[in-house]
């Protein structure tokens, strides 16, 4: 079992930079994978981000391509997503998840943070 708890979001202007930050806790999450996700006001939630257990392997969308960074850290249980260059179209609440798996590649996720809020404005 792996609790997550999201921190880091708030309301920032386009162009600006936030650290999202993701902690861990029970057993499992230093060989879990892990995925930051994102839902919009009416849309679907859609995958930001991932990286496999070890922090060699990522995985970004198109949309967050060359302005999010993920990375982790095991020996705190944390994972990150650094978000520059802020877009509107970004504002979403983001959601960490830790997978069934060490790899992000087909993997699902099984826990599930609360979700942090993020809004950028124009």
């Known amino acids: 079992q792996v609790q997550l708890v999201e921190s880091g979001g708030g309301s920032v202007q386009a162009g600006d930079s936030l650290r999202l930050s993701c902690a861990a806790s029970?057993?499992?999450?230093?060989?879990?994978?892990m995925g930051w996700f994102r839902q919009a006001p009416g849309k679907e939630r859609e995958i930001v981000a991932a990286i496999n257990w070890s922090g060699v392997s990522t995985y970004y969308a198109d949309s967050v391509k060359g302005r999010f960074i993920i990375s982790r850290e095991n020996a705190k249980n944390t994972v990150y997503l650094q978000m520059n260059s802020l877009k509107p179209e970004d504002t979403a609440v983001y959601y960490c998840?830790?997978?069934?798996?060490?790899?992000?590649?087909?993997?699902?996720?099984?826990?599930w943070g609360q979700g942090t809020q993020v809004t950028v404005s124009s």
């Open positions: 998840a830790a997978a069934a798996d060490a790899t992000w590649r087909g993997t699902k996720y099984k826990y």
């Open positions: 029970g057993r499992g999450f230093s060989v879990s994978a």
